[in-house]
């Protein structure tokens, strides 16, 4: 079955960075647009940031642009998040997600000093 599996979370300083994974199993990965949100405590899914299939293409929200950069390796079926200059609004469950909806369990982001 289609299983997605973030890791890679933790506690942070402000500044700091985190890089989280996503293992994919179960759908041709390299065939889907793969996506990254997050939830911070009391408020609704927040879209982060998107790769096509291949890679050519990233996308960022306006919250995260030029601080995280997506990434994904076809050959191991992962996608990742690399978290630089880490603020506490991007306090956070992130998940991972491909472009039919499914979605993992979510990895906590903790930015606090």
């Known amino acids: 079955q289609v299983q997605l599996v973030e890791s890679g979370g933790g506690l942070v300083q402000p500044g700091g960075s985190l890089r989280l994974s996503c293992a994919a199993s179960g759908f041709r990965f390299s065939d889907y647009v793969m996506n990254w949100f997050r939830q911070a405590p009391g408020k609704g899914l927040e879209w982060v940031s998107s790769i096509t299939s291949g890679g050519g293409t990233t996308m960022y929200s306006d919250s995260v642009k030029g601080r995280f950069t997506i990434s994904r390796d076809n050959r191991k079926n992962m996608l990742y998040l690399q978290m630089n200059s880490l603020k506490p609004e991007d306090t956070a469950v992130y998940y991972c997600?491909?472009?039919?909806?499914?979605r993992g369990q979510g990895t906590q982001v903790t930015v606090s000093s």
């Open positions: 997600s491909n472009s039919d909806g499914t």
